[in-house]
Each structure stands twice: as C-alpha cells, then as structure tokens.
C-alpha cells in the first residue's frame, strides 16, 4: 500500500483520527497529499512512524523534540538520555515530597510543612552553603583539626530520604542558623585553638574511662558527691597526667584547683546541642549507631559535678 486515508491509519495504529489529524497538525506526521475531496493521505511509513510518535508522547517527550528526532536533527538517544535526566529529577523531587509529607504527618504546626519543603527540595550546594556558612562563623580562616574534621562529616541527604532523614535536616539546618549555637561552637573552637596541639594517647584513654565509669554512674543516679563518686574520681586521676618519679602526691590546694580546672574545662567544651548535631548527622549519613552523644554527654557532666563536689 503506498498510501492510505486517515481512517485507514486509525485502523492500522489503534489511534484515533482526532490524534492523527493533531500529529499532522503538529508536523511531526507529514501528509502525502490529499484527496479531490480534501482528505489527508499518509505515505507507507506513517504507520511506524505514528506508532513511534505515540510511544515517545507516553514516555513524556515533547512534540518539539519528537520533530527534532524526525528531520534528524538529533539522535533518538539524546534524546532518550536527555529525558531520562529529566526524569531522575523529577523522581527525586517527588521522593523528598514524599519523605517531607510523612515526615509532616502527627505536626500541629501548619508552617513546620513550609520549612521542611523549603529546606528538603533546597539542591546539595545549597544545602552544603549552609554547613559551609556554619563553619567559616565558628572556625573563620583557621579551621584547624577539629574544624577540618567536621567539614569532612557533613550531613549528605540522599535522593530517597526517610522522614527520619528529611526531620534530621530540618533540625540540623536550625541549628546551623542558631546565632546562640554559632557563638558557643565558636567559643569552643577559639579555646581549643589557644589550648595547643590535639591530646595525646592518655587522654583519649581517659576519656573511654570516663564513659566506663562516669556513665553508668549517670546513668543509676549516683550521687556525685558520695564516696562512690569519689571513688571514681580518683580512679579517673589515676589515669590521667603521670605524677612525679619519686610518687610524691599532690597537697589539697593542688588537688582542689586541678579539679576546678578540669571542671570548668569540661563545662567549656560540653554543649548538649553538638552532641545533638552528631546524632543527626548520622540519621543522615546513614552511619550505623554507637554510643548515643547524649550518654556521652551525661557521663562528661556528671564527672564534672563529681570532681566540683570534692574538690
């Protein structure tokens, strides 16, 4: 058949006249030609082509890219690569809204759902800017250990986040754009800084003890003041500094302002919202739990209270 009427076209295709008259319209179905009579006549290879204008226009390609493919003036898979780019985008857009609603549901807060939209469908560098802000505020063109640290640990959203993950966000983004967390995580930044160097490999072994001994003790209530506390203290003390070769101890006086000093020093870097931070980034980020910051946390202040109360 070298060609053929509309309604023979209809008939060969599945599709309807009133689509292959809008085909034609579009010039994405040329038309050989027409009857005496005015009707529209199809060459032999409108069949193929009409079926394949058919599946692209249900695979969402547009008429203007479909005729660009047609006259050759693309290739069918720039095409195809072009809208399964644009498909992934909308994918994972419509995976944050999704993760943003569930996320949403149980709120009493109509304006919490215009917050987490607003900071869920921001793209990674805005998202990033925001981090990136937070830590020029605290640690400016010094960042140092802790500050390269923390840059290298930033909260990376994937593109199908749980509403745990996209309630995560929220809150970190929150904290970020706290002036008052911004001034104390600055503060912490500027005394570690004048403190010198990283601790050494006693004091990281002091600080496992802490979370051994203190943080049970936290946990059960004890008494920061008691002998069992004390107790404690001193088995802290013992793992802490070497003490002189000749086993000499030190008098009360000394005993006492060690104590305040490493009280106050525990205060000074002891800030439950940073313990937070990292509990969220690793909601984020997907990181297997450990111990929890906030066991952490309570372990480190009671210690605190334990050696205020006997100093």
Known sequence: METMMIGQLAASTGLSVRTLR????????????????????????????????RTLRELGVGLDDIRRVLVAETSLDDVAAEHVRALDAQIRVLRLRRAVLRAFIGSTDPEELGRMSELTTMTAEERRRIVDGYLDAVFGDDPGPVGERLSMATPEMPDDPTPEQVAAWVEIAGLLRDPDFVASSRRMAERARAEGPEPDVAQFEVGKAIGRLAGPAARTGVDPASPQALDIVERLEALGPARPADGTQPDDRTRVEERLRAAE??????????????TLVGIINGWAPDQAPADVIDAWEWYARALRAHA
């Open 265 to 278: 020093r525990i205060d000074a870097f002891t800030d439950r919202r940073v313990g937070r931070y990292w």
């Open 22 to 53: 809008f085909y034609a319209d579009a010039g994405v179905l040329p038309v050989h030609g027409r009857t005496a009579s005015g009707y529209r006549m199809f060459g032999p290879d409108a069949v193929a082509r009409a079926r394949l204008v």
